[in-house]
């Protein structure tokens, strides 16, 4: 080989090894991403090649058109299920073995009904409601209407509107609350002349009365249990124990509530106002309606002239020659409207003693919840005593059937706790068939009996 040849030789092989090293750099240099490109999964951008205007519009528009001849088909990452309905109609996994049509069809008809359930209960509670919206929108016009009536016709001609037939058809449907208070009063009326100033002196014989018993006794040891005052007034210590107990759901007449010392006060004034009655269980409730309904002095006024009538004497002072009148009047009014369920109630020696006494003595105040007591009162007022008995015989026409199927000890349950959620609607048309005026004499026999044992 010539010295030529040998040369260009060894400059190709010299050639050769240099390219050799300047590729393996620039592979080396390619692998020296920045830090945590793979600790974190992520592979760094490849390095843009430049192109010529020209050939990158041409290769957009035959991309263009390629998408546009392909069916098009949603890229895997974009398919969300939106439905239930996806759910179960789609197909299986490919994992898993596909469905027997059979159990596909199923599953559909499945899904369907579901489906179809479902709008059927929308399509229920929204007419209910609806219905309810209705009836409420209605019961608020009646209520504007009657109290138009009530204010602009009837109030300012007490006198000769309060028996007219378009007074008494409003009074059954219940008095309208921004009206009730005055219709009370003039319903009631004041026999006793019972005042403002005659209420405010009591009060402070009340508070005089309670501060001497603490002096001259510890309250600590006090039992109320226990006491047998010869002077009744003295019974102004248990009423501080009743009063948080009156109505505790409404959450006002407790300690720290609003109506708590207009109540305590009320009942005091009371006790002091009637030494020969006193303060007895279960007059808060009473006490505490009228206060809902009117001012603390006429509630007083009121409730004074309450507990003077007949009836409400004779159960307050427990007279059990009297309370027998009136039960053997109740049971004839029984047994004239309720045939069935009186002689299924003699079978079962259920009495009328063992339920009628608290719905009379309380005049139905613990036992109906507090709109229909309002609405019975309302009916009370307009009627006499006679629809408190009426209104006993509606409870009982309203639960005969359920009655009819209990022992003894279920009657006297069921009717000591009647069901929270009677309705006064229901309550009252169950009253409206019962007849008292066959013989009204018997009530007016009983009113005469009392007032010439009174006398």
């Not at 843009?48 to 205007?53: D, F, H, N």
């Not at 969300?80 to 008809?109: C, F, G, W």
């Not at 009837?154 to 378009?166: A, E, Y």
């Not at 009063?243 to 006060?265: A, E, W």
Request: neutral net charge; contains cysteine; charged residues 25%.
């Amino acid at each position: 080989m010539s010295i030529l040849a040998e040369n260009t030789e060894i400059k190709r092989t010299l050639h050769i090894i240099k390219q050799n090293i300047f590729s393996r750099k620039n592979k080396d240099a390619t692998d020296l991403s920045p830090p945590g490109w793979k600790l974190f999964g992520q592979v760094p951008p490849k390095p843009s090649t430049e192109k010529e205007p020209s050939q990158i519009s041409l290769e957009y528009h035959a991309k263009l058109r390629a998408n546009q001849m392909a069916p098009s088909r949603p890229k895997k990452q974009d398919v969300e299920v939106s439905s239930t309905t996806a759910l179960i109609l789609e197909n299986r996994p490919m994992n898993l073995p596909s469905k027997d049509p059979e159990e596909a069809e199923k599953h559909r008809q499945q899904y369907e009904q579901m489906v179809e359930c479902a709008r059927k209960k929308e399509q229920r509670e929204y007419k209910q409601r609806k219905k309810l919206l209705q009836n409420q929108l209605r019961q608020e016009d009646q209520l504007a209407k009657s109290s138009r009536i009530w204010n602009t016709e009837v109030l300012p001609n007490w006198d000769t509107m309060r028996n007219s037939k378009k007074a008494r058809d409003l009074w059954w449907y219940g008095l309208p609350p921004s009206v009730r208070g005055k219709v009370w009063k003039l319903a009631l009326g004041n026999e006793l002349n019972v005042t403002a100033e005659l209420y405010e002196i009591c009060i402070g014989r009340a508070e005089e009365r309670i501060k001497l018993m603490q002096d001259s006794e510890s309250m600590s040891s006090y039992d109320p249990s226990a006491e047998t005052p010869s002077n009744k007034e003295d019974s102004v210590k248990v009423i501080r124990l009743d009063v948080s107990r009156t109505f505790p759901q409404l959450c006002i007449f407790q300690k720290g509530g609003p109506y708590h010392d207009l109540l305590h006060s009320l009942l005091g004034a009371y006790a002091t106002y009637r030494p020969d009655v006193g303060y007895v269980q279960g007059m808060s409730f009473i006490a505490g309606i009228l206060l809902l309904n009117l001012e603390a002095a006429d509630a007083f006024i009121c409730f004074a002239n309450l507990l003077n009538r007949p009836c409400q004497v004779t159960f307050f002072r427990m007279d059990e020659n009297m309370m027998k009148a009136y039960y053997n009047t109740f049971e004839e009014f029984f047994k004239e409207n309720l045939p069935v369920l009186y002689e299924y109630f003699l079978k079962q020696n259920m009495t009328p003693n063992l339920y009628l006494i608290d719905w009379i003595f309380l005049m139905y105040s613990k036992s109906l919840p507090l709109d229909v007591v309002c609405r019975v009162w309302d009916v009370i007022w307009r009627d006499g005593e006679e629809f408190i008995f009426r209104t006993a015989l509606g409870i009982l026409k309203t639960y005969e059937k359920t009655l009819l199927g209990m022992d003894f000890i279920h009657i006297a349950q069921f009717l000591t706790k009647l069901p929270e959620d009677i309705s006064g609607d229901d309550l009252f048309r169950n009253i409206e068939p019962i007849k008292m005026n066959i013989d009204k004499k018997k009530f007016v026999n009983i009113l005469a009996t009392h007032k010439g044992v009174d006398s």
